[in-house]
């Protein structure tokens, strides 16, 4: 089991950047697929980014491509999320995710239902 806790958000204007990081608690932090979602006010919480376990593979949703990076460090059990040219529609609550994929092969994940640990959350508010 793994327990999961986002840091780094706060208020940035459009334009500006921003550094979400995950840090996870657990031995086995290089077998989680990660992910990157966030909820927006009155909106349903949407695929951000996700990440395979050796950081060789990466998806964006169309929203972020091109803007953020998401990233690991299985050594420091930590996944960050660059946030460049941001815009005030990236305002929004920013969760990370992941689940133990142990011998299974990886493969994208961009709905909440296909991971199994979620952190609290982290505010993200950009000013226009």
């Known amino acids: 089991q793994v327990q999961l806790v986002e840091s780094g958000g706060g208020l940035v204007q459009a334009g500006g950047s921003l550094r979400l990081s995950c840090a996870a608690s657990?031995?086995?932090?290089?077998?989680?697929?990660l992910a990157w979602f966030r909820q927006a006010p009155g909106k349903e919480r949407e695929f951000v980014a996700c990440?395979?376990?050796?950081?060789?593979?990466?998806y964006y949703s169309d929203s972020v491509k091109g803007r953020f990076t998401i990233s690991r460090d299985n050594a420091k059990n930590t996944m960050y999320l660059q946030m460049n040219s941001m815009k005030p529609e990236d305002t929004a609550v920013y969760y990370c995710?992941?689940?133990?994929?142990?011998?299974?092969?990886?493969?994208?994940?961009?709905?909440?239902?296909?991971?199994?640990?979620w952190g609290q959350g982290t505010q993200v508010t950009v000013s226009s």
């Open positions: 990440i395979s376990r050796s950081a060789g593979f990466t």
């Open positions: 995710a992941g689940v133990d994929l142990g011998r299974l092969a990886y493969s994208v994940r961009t709905k909440e239902k296909e991971y199994d640990y």
């Open positions: 657990g031995r086995t932090f290089s077998s989680y697929a």
